[in-house]
């Protein structure tokens, strides 16, 4: 079975400050996929940045960054110069294939001006 | 608009009705997702589709829920007898299925369900 753990509840960040968000994951496959999506307060869910567990570079989308440690299993979200629209919950989700996403329970930016 | 749409998206209803909710995916999709999701939490995942097939139901899809994609374009969620438990967001989701590269999902704005 695949888990999602996010350990922040709530993060807070100053305006174009860089922003860490934590997330690890456990599965025995060794092929899977990870995913961040942002959750504004108007409900949409916004695909931010993608990771396949074969990648061997970091992925990177904009000012959106991934910092994946294979071994450690965890793969970090990294925001720079963080914006006051940044402010929405942020989700870690993984896959294997194409199977459904598995969400971990989220964590909660405010961006301060 | 050519993103994932979602019918309604508010309902409010009493404890023991049924209601139906409705997804029309991206229109090249194959794939169909749907995902439930409750206050302060991630999105669950409920079932999904390819093409007019259901390839899998998670153990949260009681037997009072039923979903149907009848010709593998949009699909319905429906909820018989609900409870007040149902109340949630409910989330649809597509993804094409020859994508090379990876299953990124494009979700709808969701259907927020009230049950009184």
């Known amino acids: 079975a695949q888990k999602i753990t996010q350990t922040q509840p709530g993060m807070f960040v100053q305006e174009k400050e860089a922003v860490t968000l934590d997330c690890t994951y456990d599965t025995s496959d060794p092929s899977y996929g990870l995913f961040w999506y942002k959750q504004p307060s108007s409900g949409e869910m916004i695909f931010l940045i993608y990771?396949?567990?074969?990648?061997?570079q970091n992925a990177t989308e904009g000012r959106y960054s991934l910092n994946f440690q294979k071994a450690r299993k965890s793969a970090n979200l990294v925001i720079s110069a963080s914006q006051l629209g940044d402010s929405a919950m942020y989700f870690c989700?993984?896959?294997?294939?194409?199977?459904?996403?598995?969400f971990g329970s989220g964590t909660r930016l405010q961006v301060q001006p | 608009d050519t993103g994932v749409s979602q019918d309604p998206r508010h309902k409010i209803t009493k404890r023991g009705q049924n209601v139906t909710f409705r997804c029309d995916p991206i229109s090249e999709h194959n794939r169909l997702y749907w995902y439930r999701q409750t206050l302060g939490q991630g999105p669950e995942f409920l079932t999904y589709f390819q093409n007019e097939a259901q390839l899998e139901k998670s153990r949260l899809l009681s037997d009072r829920f039923s979903a149907e994609r009848p010709k593998g374009s949009f699909s319905t969620l429906e909820i018989q007898r609900t409870e007040q438990g149902d109340s949630a967001m409910y989330l649809c989701?597509?993804?094409?299925?020859?994508?090379?590269?990876?299953?990124?999902?494009?979700f709808g704005p969701g259907t927020r369900l009230t049950v009184l």
């Open positions: 989701a597509s993804s094409a299925l020859d994508r090379l590269s990876y299953n990124e999902q494009f």
């Open positions: 990771q396949g567990s074969y990648d061997q």
């Open positions: 989700a993984m896959t294997k294939g194409r199977r459904a996403l598995t």
